[in-house]
Structures are given as structure tokens and as C-alpha cells.
């Protein structure tokens, strides 16, 4: 097979930062997509149906000329947060789900939910008006070891919160473990995940052998190799209950490459790609249709995309750096020659 072509993807879980970083972020995620989640973790964070409406003009100021890509945008859900605010946000039509983070988990976290049953009257009511929850599904006490946080938050959390919220629409993002795997599969059609291109490219060996490679740095981070091996069997599957989501998430090289260096992968140079040279190594191109392009949408009850994409076999090198807000990051594979390319 030379050339594959599939529906128009989307990208189910993105970050764009803002601002000036908007100018290359969203070009970026317009590459290839029709659509993309846009995560809510901005300082201030994303908490109301009127800050989300001004990111997203923000947003869309920035789309490139002739694009139809569109932002889905997502609310941050605190312990503050109000079922008024989620009825606003399911009738105002731009807003696709609310996001889990615990508090501290990850990168502009601080403001996230400190204790899951604070949210009671929230889930009720996205339950009720058929909002998804997004989770970032890791505890953050200081007695659970690192890797093993996504485990730990299935069985000290979300194994009651499926129980209490049985109609409850939940994305499992960014998933990195069998463990995150097998209960996925054994839930309702409710329950879905998305998958990265780091955690199906990599494992935690490449971040650490022969030197720490910062840049391999994310949250959730990556896990050991029969952890990659399962979500790899999950996403080239089939199963309708695992999709596309890059998480990509930009930095300056500086922020990265630091003594305490930020989490995050930067993708969305290549993130089709990269996900053409998993599925093509597993022997599965036939699948990826069927995760980039229509798992989410019917998930979360949208259309497929009226367009299509070509993906052509043909050898190139990534970039070694990408302009970003002023200075540059360090994009995910950076350097590495990739087989597929996207005919643009």
C-alpha cells in the first residue's frame, strides 16, 4: 500500500495555550483535522460558558484562511462549579464536555477538583442533560508512586464513580495501562478513552535509558513496555471504544529542558502521521479510519467529517524545532524519519 485514504480526522483532547501561541498552535491543529476538543486548563482557567466563548474567538481568529476546522470547547470543572453552568453550557451549542483534573495533577492544575464527591450536583446534572465528563484519571497524593497513579484512580475512584453515574458519558483521556485498557472494555457503551501518539509510540524506557530526554516528558507519564503493548492492541482494533486524542501539549525548549521541566508532547506537526506509522507497524492501516476519523464522532453523537485526507508513502524527517510563542519547542519525534506523510 502506497497511499491511504481515510475521512477527515479529529483530535479529541488538544491544547493551544493562547495568546501569541495561538499563532502557530491553531494552524497546527487545523493540519489534517476538522475538529478538535480544546482542553480548558489556561490561567485563568476555562470555567465559564463566557470565558470558553472568548477563547474561542480567540481561537478562530487564528484559523487559516479557507480552513473549516472547528474548536470544540470544554469547560474546567472545580469544586466550585455549578449545575446552572452545566446547563448553560449544553444549551449554548460550542461546548462538547466538561474536564476532570484532579488538583496539582498536571500542567495549570492548581484550580481542579480536590475531592470528587464535591461534584455531586454537577454529574447529576451532566448526567441528566447528557454533557461527557473528560477525566484526567490519576490520584495525586503523595503515597502513590508515580506510575502507578491511572491504576490507582480506577479502583480508588472510578469504579464507584461508574457505579453512582450509570448514564454518565466519561472519556478516559489520555489512557497508559492495561489497567486503563481492561476497564475501559469492560464498561458500557458510556465509557470510552482516547490514546496518544506518545504512549503508542513509546514507553518510559526511551524517556530514561541513556540519559533523561525531557522532551518525552508527559502527564500521565509513560509507563513500561506491556503497558504500550496494550494500548497499541486497544487502538488498532477496531473497538469502537477507543479513539483519536493527541494531548498535544507545547512548551518553550527552555521550559522543557529545565530543572524542573514541564509536562507535555507537542504533535500536531505530524500527529496523523505518527499515528499512520503505529498502525502501519502492527499490520493495521485498515483500522486507522475507524479511530481517527469515526469512534469519536459517534461517541460523542456528531457527524463524520464530509472530507477526506491522503496520507501518501513517502519517506521525510521531521523538524528539530518548531517557531512557539516567541521562541521555539522541540517537537515530539523530532528528527526521526517518518514513512507516511499527509498530502497537503
Not at 449544553?90 to 488538583?103: M, V
Not at 482494533?237 to 521550559?255: M, V, Y
Not at 528539530?320 to 519525534?333: E, G, K, T, Y
Request: aromatic share 8%.
Amino acid at each position: 500500500m502506497d497511499q491511504l485514504s481515510i475521512i477527515q480526522p479529529d483530535d479529541w483532547h488538544l491544547h493551544l495555550r493562547d495568546d501569541e501561541a495561538l499563532k502557530t498552535t491553531v494552524p497546527a491543529a487545523a493540519r489534517g483535522f476538522g475538529r478538535g476538543i480544546i482542553m480548558p486548563n489556561l490561567t485563568p482557567p476555562t470555567t465559564t460558558v463566557a470565558r470558553a466563548a472568548a477563547y474561542r474567538e480567540r481561537i478562530l481568529a487564528q484559523r487559516p484562511k479557507n480552513s473549516n476546522w472547528q474548536p470544540l470547547m470544554v469547560l474546567y470543572l472545580t469544586d466550585n462549579t455549578s449545575p446552572d453552568e452545566i446547563r448553560a453550557a449544553k444549551e449554548c451549542g460550542f461546548i462538547y464536555g466538561c474536564k476532570y483534573y484532579p488538583a496539582g495533577a498536571t500542567t495549570n492544575s492548581d484550580s481542579g477538583v480536590t475531592d470528587l464527591n464535591k461534584l455531586h450536583e454537577v454529574l447529576e446534572t451532566m448526567q441528566e442533560v447528557g454533557m461527557v465528563l473528560q477525566l484526567h484519571g490519576e490520584v495525586t497524593s503523595d503515597d502513590t508512586d508515580i506510575f502507578d497513579r491511572e491504576a490507582v484512580f480506577i479502583e480508588r475512584h472510578l469504579r464507584s464513580l461508574v457505579q453512582h453515574y450509570p448514564r454518565l458519558n466519561i472519556i478516559f483521556e489520555h489512557i497508559t495501562t492495561q489497567q486503563a485498557v481492561d476497564f475501559v472494555l469492560s464498561g458500557g457503551d458510556n465509557i470510552a478513552a482516547t490514546i496518544t501518539p506518545q504512549h503508542l509510540l513509546y514507553n518510559r524506557n526511551h524517556m530514561l535509558v541513556g540519559g533523561i530526554r525531557p522532551h518525552l516528558f508527559c502527564l500521565p507519564i509513560l509507563k513500561r513496555d506491556i503497558h504500550q503493548q496494550a494500548l497499541i492492541a486497544a487502538a488498532t482494533s477496531g473497538n469502537k471504544k477507543f479513539f483519536l486524542g493527541t494531548d498535544s501539549a507545547p512548551h518553550i525548549q527552555g521550559r522543557k529542558e529545565s530543572a524542573c521541566g514541564c509536562a507535555g508532547c507537542f504533535s500536531h506537526h505530524a500527529a496523523i502521521e505518527l499515528y499512520a506509522e503505529v498502525f502501519d507497524q502492527a499490520g493495521a492501516l485498515d483500522k486507522l479510519e475507524v479511530f481517527a476519523s469515526k469512534n469519536g464522532p459517534d461517541f460523542y453523537s456528531l457527524p463524520y467529517s464530509s472530507h477526506s485526507i491522503l496520507l501518501k508513502r513517502e519517506p521525510w524527517q521531521l523538524p528539530m524545532a518548531v517557531a512557539f510563542d516567541n521562541s521555539q519547542l522541540i517537537p515530539l519525534a523530532a528528527g526521526t524519519t517518518l514513512n507516511w506523510k499527509l498530502s497537503l
